[in-house]
């Protein structure tokens, strides 16, 4: 079945650390890979999205993920975490463009530690 | 300023009565979804609609239904058959074909508890 699944329901880091959050997706290359953040008691917001045309992806707020096909993995990156990163992040990809579904991960909750 | 409303932000329902979760977007797009969140196991997708007066079922569809009779809105409803309706639901849009394809927009959920 596709999937995508995150390693690691938590994280925690110290403010100024390296972030690194993990995403694998099932063997089939989807044409679609997503990272969203939410905030508590919020919906979710794109932080960003990979089509292809670059394997390095640069998304909002200082975050980016690559894309390794030989590791079928997307993992999110920030150099530096600030307390405002605390959240939860969620994987997600598109196997058919057709319908557009998305399957999303099982989320990551972020804690950034002063 | 364009957006995603859901109301209401929370919902306590009685076992057995039906309750309707409201959805409305002013931003012009085609296609609206309704997920279901729980601790631990992601977003679910409960149904989707990509044009007016047409949805379809999304993985975990038993228990609720939805109409799309306008573009704007995409209102839920949960059944008295749902066996495990408490949750935090979310609404989200998005506009058709690539490039757009899966980047949603959505709004800030609806936690329903049952009590």
């Known amino acids: 079945a596709q999937s995508v699944t995150q390693l690691g329901s938590h994280v925690s880091v110290s403010e100024g650390a390296l972030v690194l959050l993990r995403c694998n997706y099932s063997?089939?290359?989807?044409?679609?890979l997503f990272w969203y953040v939410q905030y508590p008691n919020q919906g979710l917001q794109l932080l960003l999205k990979y089509t292809s045309a670059a394997t390095l992806v640069k998304g909002i707020n200082g975050f980016e993920a690559e894309f390794k096909k030989s590791e079928t993995s997307f993992h999110l990156t920030k150099p530096s975490a600030h307390m405002s990163d605390a959240a939860e992040y969620f994987c997600?990809?598109?196997?058919?463009?057709?319908?557009?579904?998305?399957?999303f991960g099982q989320g990551t909750t972020l804690q950034v530690k002063p | 300023d364009g957006g995603i409303t859901q109301s209401p932000k929370y919902l306590f329902r009685k076992e057995g009565q039906n309750v309707t979760l409201s959805c409305e977007q002013n931003l012009n797009h085609d296609a609206m979804y309704w997920y279901r969140q729980d601790p631990g196991q992601g977003l679910r997708l409960i149904y989707y609609?990509?044009?007016?007066?047409?949805?379809q079922k999304g993985d975990i569809a038993e228990g609720y239904s939805v109409s799309r009779e306008k573009k704007e809105s995409f209102p839920l409803t949960v059944t008295s058959a749902q066996k495990n309706p408490t949750a935090f639901y979310l609404c989200?849009?998005?506009?058709?074909?690539?490039?757009?394809?899966?980047?949603?927009?959505f709004g800030e959920g609806s936690r329903l508890t049952v009590l």
């Open positions: 609609s990509q044009i007016v007066n047409d949805f």
């Open positions: 997600a990809v598109i196997y058919s463009s057709n319908t557009g579904k998305l399957i």
């Open positions: 063997s089939s290359v989807p044409p679609y």
């Open positions: 989200a849009s998005s506009r058709q074909g690539a490039p757009n394809t899966g980047e949603l927009f």
